[in-house]
């Protein structure tokens, strides 16, 4: 049997990875941290980020609102997501989410943490100070290809 050894992070303290979909990542906790059970980020983004409509086809996506406030499509219907607010996700419902507020914070948990792959692919490390990565849906489409996490179904809905 092999034992996890405990991962602990104060604010601050995650790895930071500019995403190229928009918005920077810091990691909270690796799928290798979990045992491949979980793979848990936090997101900030800008008013106007938005994502393309997709689906995980292996992993459920669980949204806990910090700040601000978000657009959510699930399946074709619009909802809207602020600070204290969750969404739940299951495996294989199309989704997509806009930054409606001036910025938005949001805890991201995917379970399993198979989708890892495709979220550092995609991102480029974000050292203090550093600007972030241009938007690229190109990149994004290639490595969501390459990776097989998340399929995209869809141009962003909004």
């Known amino acids: 049997m092999?034992?996890?050894?405990?991962?602990v992070r104060d604010h601050g303290?995650?790895?930071?990875?500019?995403?190229?979909?928009?918005?920077?990542?810091?990691?909270?906790?690796t799928a290798a941290e979990t045992g491949g059970a979980f793979l848990l980020f936090e997101f900030a983004g800008e008013?106007?980020?938005?994502?393309p409509l997709h689906i995980h086809p292996a992993s459920d996506e669980t949204f806990y609102l910090l700040d601000g406030e978000i657009l959510l499509?699930?399946?074709?219907?619009?909802?809207?997501?602020?600070?204290?607010?969750?969404?739940?996700?299951?495996?294989g419902v199309p989704h997509a989410f806009a930054v409606v507020s001036p910025a938005a914070r949001l805890l991201t948990l995917l379970t399993p943490g198979t989708d890892e792959a495709f979220f550092r692919l995609a991102g480029d490390p974000a050292p203090e100070g550093s600007l972030p990565v241009p938007v690229d849906f190109d990149r994004i489409r290639d490595v969501a290809e390459q990776?097989?996490?998340?399929?995209?179904?869809?141009?962003?809905p909004f």
């Open 13 to 29: 303290e995650g790895e930071r990875q500019w995403f190229s979909g928009g918005g920077l990542l810091t990691w909270l906790a």
């Open 73 to 91: 499509d699930l399946d074709g219907k619009k909802r809207g997501l602020s600070a204290g607010g969750v969404a739940v996700i299951p495996r």
């Open 147 to 156: 990776t097989g996490a998340i399929q995209i179904v869809g141009p962003p």
């Open 47 to 51: 008013q106007g980020k938005v994502t």
């Open 2 to 7: 092999t034992t996890l050894a405990a991962t």
